[in-house]
């Protein structure tokens, strides 16, 4: 059984996201399970972690890690993977999937998180939009950080009008697309870093063909897979010559100041 950790301050927004991640577990999990969906996945996670300098003495959290499958994405050792994830049943499928001597799956809303050891990295995939307060949830984050360690954000971009329009048809025909998405300019993103009191604010762009692969299973397979990892190498290509090109996405990264040494 999962344990659920969770003290009664969701709001409305937040409330209908859990809900819907509730009931879309299953097909969410179907992602992962895909092969050339997973390629994609992982090529999203590898890309916005690429500036984090993971170490294999580091304690990682995952903030909405879903079903848990960046345990297999991460190619890079490390000490101890905790993901959050407020979706009971996503969180059923992590346990299930992904568990071991090394990776631990809580059930919990961010907000009521509060370990008593700090981390050397957080990131999260897609998360940060689906709150409502990104100060105050910013400064909770934060708090999880030992000095000096590293935040990591993936997140929705605006810049890109055609990506735009492609969302606003997902919309219309993909019951498991939160209506309520949030999207991001780089300046926008890093100004919420910056306000939480991070240091070395930076942005790039990320996912340009390989990010519809990663969030829709396409048929049949022998097709879409040659053309996913058609569509990661160029990702790649482009990502190692631009960081500035505007892709599905902008990753923010921020370092937590080595002065605060008050959480520690």
């Not at 960046?70 to 499928?93: M, T």
């Not at 998180?113 to 050397?120: A, M, Q, S």
């Not at 990506?163 to 926008?188: A, C, M, N, W």
């Amino acid at each position: 059984m999962v344990e659920v950790k969770f003290d009664e301050n969701l709001s409305k927004h937040e409330q209908k996201d859990m809900e819907l991640f509730n009931s879309i577990s299953r097909k969410y999990l179907n992602k992962d399970l895909s092969i050339h969906s997973s390629l994609a996945r992982k090529e999203r996670l590898m890309s916005s972690l690429q500036y984090a300098n993971i170490q294999k003495t580091d304690r990682i959290l995952e903030i909405g890690c879903g079903a848990g499958f960046s345990v297999k994405y991460l190619d890079i050792p490390y000490s101890e993977y905790v993901g959050v994830d407020y979706s009971e049943g996503l969180i059923d499928y992590a346990i299930r999937y992904n568990s071991s001597e090394k990776a631990k799956f809580i059930c919990a809303n961010i907000r009521d998180f509060k370990p008593e050891e700090k981390f050397d990295l957080v990131f999260m995939i897609g998360v940060l939009h689906h709150f409502d307060d990104f100060e105050v949830i910013m400064e909770h984050i934060v708090d999880l950080l030992k000095p000096g360690a590293v935040l990591i954000a993936n997140e929705p971009q605006s810049s890109n009008k055609i990506v735009q329009l492609l969302r606003q048809f997902r919309t219309k025909f993909d019951k498991g697309y939160s209506e309520d998405q949030i999207q991001f300019l780089p300046h926008e993103l890093e100004k919420i870093f910056q306000k939480s009191g991070m240091e070395k604010v930076q942005t790039f762009s990320q996912g340009y063909f390989s990010t519809p692969f990663a969030e829709v299973i396409l048929k049949p397979t022998w097709l879409f897979y040659p053309i996913t990892k058609v569509s990661i190498f160029f990702d790649q290509l482009i990502q190692k010559n631009s960081k500035n090109i505007m892709g599905w996405n902008v990753v923010g990264l921020g370092v937590k100041s080595i002065k605060d040494k008050t959480n520690d």
